[in-house]
């Protein structure tokens, strides 16, 4: 059984910081690329960032010289610090990972998604 978990979100105050986490757990040979997206109230699901497993890292430009992503290969773990939070970030953020169970094909996961609450 594989499984995202995230853990991380909460409540901050305008400029403030946060870090988020998420391990892949299960039978895995190898992730893949590897992100966070978001989604706010009656809004759709946006990419937050992704990083490859090489490290090449997207960001989405509302999060540009704010969020940071990368990744430990070895633990299958991806993380997001956060800092500079405004207002507008406020969304339930999800992880996301392409797997591999058997070193050749790969499947699309989705975490649970975490909280994550910016006011003052």
């Known amino acids: 059984q594989v499984q995202l978990v995230e853990s991380g979100g909460g409540l901050v105050q305008p400029g403030g910081s946060l870090r988020l986490s998420c391990v892949a757990s299960?039978?895995?040979?190898?992730?893949?690329?590897m992100g966070w997206y978001r989604q706010a109230p009656g809004k759709q699901r946006e990419l937050v960032a992704t990083?490859?497993?090489?490290?090449?890292?997207n960001y989405a430009d509302s999060v540009k010289g704010r969020f940071t992503i990368s990744r430990d290969n070895a633990k299958n773990t991806v993380t997001l610090q956060m800092n500079s939070l405004k207002p507008e970030d406020t969304a339930v953020y999800y992880c996301?990972?392409?797997?591999?169970?058997?070193?050749?094909?790969?499947?699309?996961?989705w975490g649970q998604g975490t909280q994550v609450t910016v006011s003052s």
């Open positions: 299960g039978s895995i040979v190898r992730a893949n690329g």
């Open positions: 990083i490859s497993r090489l490290g090449r890292t």
């Open positions: 996301n990972a392409d797997l591999s169970h058997d070193g050749f094909d790969l499947l699309n996961y």
